[in-house]
């Protein structure tokens, strides 16, 4: 595992690995390892990593949060973490403080917009909406405002992602927000779908990191033809193309983060970073799980492997805030757009 | 547990960005006074002895090495603005770039203090050219297979054999290459190589051209018959030139002649594509442009690692092998995309052709360097499969 920077992302690493353990989770049907999980990770105000203290959160730097999110890619669990930190940052923007509990953010698919009535109330429908269900507040873009809204405000048609996370459709008719602000200049749907896309990008980077060094692992463990699999040159040929694939999603991932952790607004480099991590991520978990599964091997097809937790949910992420072929059309405009003699000077810009 | 991968987001400091204004001063002025065309990435007839004087002018050659050796004392970073620069603006970097890269970095490490005096100062001048004898006919990457002999004689060495796939050998004033000078042991069968400056004016030298299917010439082979080599022009240890060889195969892996190579085809498809493109185009550029930024991103971070001392050879060796298989696969995926670019437009004709030449070229990108197959092996061996 890459070692962590800061105490921060020391912190998540420990509630993880004291509170996530793979094999537990795995055969507890009932989920009741979810509640305590959470609750550590907002004792520790990690899930409001990103609300400035005066808006009653942790105050964490851009960087250490997105270091958490790193963090919980690792640990691959169906837990609304990265949804919370998201909303709170969301609110944050428009100086509404963060209400404690579950939280998560719409919309989140691009084709999706919500309206501000004349009223104060907003309408509207958002799709593949993470976490939903369990969420107690959701932070809304709509038109030119941030708002808080209650859940229970909402009907919510419950719908299930490609790794079994709840992925749900959120129906908001007048509802009233329960507090709402102006959004400030560039904040809008755009920059909530790429701190979005951003925050998946990270997650899938770490997944691919765990994918790697289980494989590894049992490719150590694993005896075939009187041989450890790792010892067959076409093994280590795979698992050197799978080092590959985690290695860009990581130096994409982490570039991204480091440039939106300077807090410069969002222009074209910024948003060349962002959506080439969502791209080259996503690419990177579809190439990642195929090679992780073809080392396993038939175990990690079953349900009692722990492997599916890590590359279901890659390819899932893949899906949610823009998807690797949303954000391509939309930086192939862009560089169409500025002219050959401008591409390069675009991508040597930082 | 697995090796750690680091690819920590390392920025170009500010005064590279001062540094990479003038580099692309200097290239438009170059392009302006017709040394080459940036559009054409066949270079036969490009004007390489002067514009690699020029480049040495500016200070751009040997700019990591001490200034006592003619060298400029400025980072890695600066030297990879440098490099991309060039290699974006398909300038004609051959006859001073391996000398640059890797033959003064394993002078300045081990050859005597007289030859360091005498040869590092003319690399940084942009005067002589230098080529590299690893692969020999039969071993290729495999170099515990090279057979070609030095034989101590007085006063030096008696080289016999023969050197394969030498690029600019036909134009280098001289080769670092490996010779055997005693066989393997059963024990270390890495054993019995060692590392000879060659002075290719040396009797006894004969090079032969060798075409390549772009139509080009660089490679060639080298026929050594009795070649005379002084003492002096050994470099490092005798029978140890295992672990210098592989060392200076570390400075031709990750840098950005790694996925730039065949850049200009994606540039020429933007420009053929026009401003509004379809979103089968604007998909595929933008996947293309994410691929080239992440690849670029990775690159710079190893640089970074090397300015810190650091030795990032899994890192190092991950870029090689993604870097060159993309570069390889980009003019493909650039004929799918411009299939529905329209025929008539203007700039379709330099594209066509640039296509050409790159589809061509790419077959050697995974080849050269190290191959594919034997960098993957170096990564599985830093993830502790071997």
């Given at each position: 595992?890459t ?18 353990d ?6 507890d ?15 520790n ?6 609300v ?9 730097s ?13 640990a691959?669990?169906s837990?609304p ?9 969301l609110?944050a ?18 084709r999706?917009?919500l ?25 809304v ?13 909402c009907?919510?048609?419950a ?12 129906h908001l ?33 770490g997944?691919?990191e ?9 490719s150590?463990e694993?005896?075939?033809f009187?041989?450890?699999?790792s ?5 280590q ?12 999603a ?7 983060a480091?440039a939106?952790?300077?807090g ?7 948003f ?7 791209i080259?991520?996503?690419?990177a978990?579809?190439?990642?799980a195929?090679?992780a ?11 009692e492997?722990?492997?599916h ?17 949303y954000w391509?059309?939309?930086?192939g405009?862009?560089v ?13 810009s930082? | ?39 054409r990435p066949?270079q ?17 050659l040997?700019m990591?090495?001490p ?8 980072s ?18 051959r006859r001073?770039?391996?000398a ?20 590092l100062?003319?690399i ?8 590299i ?6 071993s ?19 080289i ?17 290459a ?28 004969k ?6 299917i772009?139509g ?10 009795d070649?005379?080599?002084p003492?002096?022009?050994?470099l ?6 295992w ?7 570390a ?18 498809l933007?420009?053929?594509?026009g401003?509004e493109?379809?979103t089968?185009?604007a998909?595929g550029?933008?996947r293309?442009v994410?691929q ?12 970074g ?5 650091k030795?990032?050879?899994?890192e190092a060796s991950i870029?090689?092998?993604i ?17 529905f ?8 004709a330099?594209?066509?052709e640039?296509?050409d ?7 050697k ?5 190290g191959?594919t ?8 061996r ?5």
């Amino acid at each position: 595992m890459t070692e962590t920077d800061n105490i921060v992302a020391e912190t998540a690493e420990r509630i993880f690995a004291d509170l996530a353990d793979a094999q537990t989770i795995n055969h507890d049907k009932q989920g009741s390892w979810k509640a305590p999980l959470w609750q550590a990770l907002a004792e520790n105000g990690l899930a409001l990593s990103w609300v400035p203290e005066d808006c009653d959160g942790s105050g964490t730097s851009m960087a250490e949060g997105f270091s958490v999110l790193s963090v919980a890619g690792r640990a691959g669990v169906s837990v609304p973490l990265a949804e919370t930190m998201l909303a709170g940052w969301l609110l944050a923007q428009g100086k509404i403080k963060s209400p404690a509990g579950m939280m998560t953010v719409a919309p989140a698919n691009t084709r999706d917009r919500l309206t501000l009535n004349g009223d104060g109330t907003i309408s509207g429908r958002a799709r593949g909406i993470p976490f939903a269900r369990e969420a107690k507040h959701i932070a809304v873009v709509a038109g030119s405002s941030i708002a808080l809204i209650d859940a229970s405000a909402c009907k919510i048609d419950a719908g299930l992602s490609l790794a079994g996370d709840h992925s749900d459709t959120v129906h908001l008719d007048k509802v009233k927000p329960t507090a709402i602000a102006k959004a400030p200049a560039g904040i809008d749907e755009k920059a909530l779908l790429l701190m979005g896309a951003l925050a998946r990008s990270l997650q899938i980077a770490g997944a691919l990191e765990t994918m790697l060094s289980i494989s590894v692992q049992y490719s150590g463990e694993r005896v075939a033809f009187e041989k450890k699999i790792s010892k067959f040159q076409a093994v280590q040929h795979n698992l050197a193309k799978l080092a590959g694939e985690t290695s860009a999603a990581l130096a994409a991932a982490s570039s991204a983060a480091d440039a939106f952790s300077h807090g410069a607004p969002i222009d074209d480099a910024l948003f060349l970073e962002a959506a080439a991590a969502k791209i080259r991520c996503s690419e990177a978990a579809e190439k990642g799980a195929a090679i992780a599964h073809q080392v396993h091997g038939a175990i990690g097809f079953t349900q009692e492997h722990i492997l599916h937790r890590y590359t279901l949910r890659a390819l899932a992420w893949r899906d949610d805030f823009g998807s690797e072929s949303y954000w391509a059309v939309e930086l192939g405009k862009l560089v169409a757009n500025l002219g050959a003699d401008e591409l390069w000077p675009l991508v040597a810009s930082r | 547990m697995t090796a750690a991968l680091r690819f920590d987001p390392i920025r170009l400091p500010p005064e590279c960005e001062q540094l990479r204004k003038e580099v692309r001063a200097f290239l438009a002025d170059e392009i302006a006074a017709g040394t080459f065309d940036p559009h054409r990435p066949v270079q036969e007839d490009a004007d390489n002895r002067e514009f690699s004087r020029r480049v040495g002018e500016k200070g751009w050659l040997g700019m990591t090495w001490p200034k006592k050796y003619g060298g400029h004392e400025r980072s890695f970073l600066e030297r990879y603005v440098v490099t991309e620069e060039m290699r974006v603006a398909n300038a004609p970097v051959r006859r001073f770039f391996v000398a640059d890269r890797q033959s003064g970095p394993v002078l300045l490490k081990y050859a005597p203090e007289h030859i360091k005096m005498d040869i590092l100062p003319r690399i940084c001048r942009g005067e002589i050219c230098f080529s590299i004898g690893m692969s020999e006919p039969n071993s290729g990457s495999d170099l515990f297979a090279a057979k070609t002999k030095a034989t101590k004689t007085d006063g030096g060495f008696l080289i016999n054999g023969s050197k394969i796939w030498t690029t600019s050998a036909h134009i280098a004033d001289y080769m670092i290459a490996i010779f055997r000078t005693s066989p393997p042991t059963k024990e270390n069968r890495r054993h019995g190589l060692t590392q000879f400056l060659v002075n290719m004016k040396t009797p006894g030298i004969k090079v032969n051209p060798i075409d390549q299917i772009t139509g080009q010439q660089e490679f060639n082979e080298v026929v050594f018959t009795d070649a005379f080599i002084p003492d002096d022009h050994m470099l490092g240890e005798i029978d140890g030139a295992w672990k210098q060889a592989t060392s200076e195969l570390a400075y031709e892996r990750s840098g950005p002649e790694r996925f730039l190579e065949t850049y200009y085809t994606l540039t020429e498809l933007v420009r053929a594509v026009g401003p509004e493109p379809d979103t089968r185009s604007a998909e595929g550029i933008g996947r293309l442009v994410a691929q080239l930024h992440t690849m670029r991103r990775m690159s710079v971070s190893v640089a970074g690692m090397l300015q810190a001392g650091k030795e990032p050879v899994v890192e190092a060796s991950i870029v090689k092998d993604i870097g060159t298989v993309w570069e390889q696969q980009l003019p493909h995926r650039v004929r799918e995309l411009a299939a529905f670019v329209d025929d008539n437009a203007s700039n379709h004709a330099t594209l066509d052709e640039m296509l050409d030449f790159a589809i061509k070229t790419a077959p050697k990108l995974t080849i050269q360097g190290g191959t594919t197959e034997v960098l993957r092996g170096i990564i599985a061996r830093g993830l502790g499969l071997r």
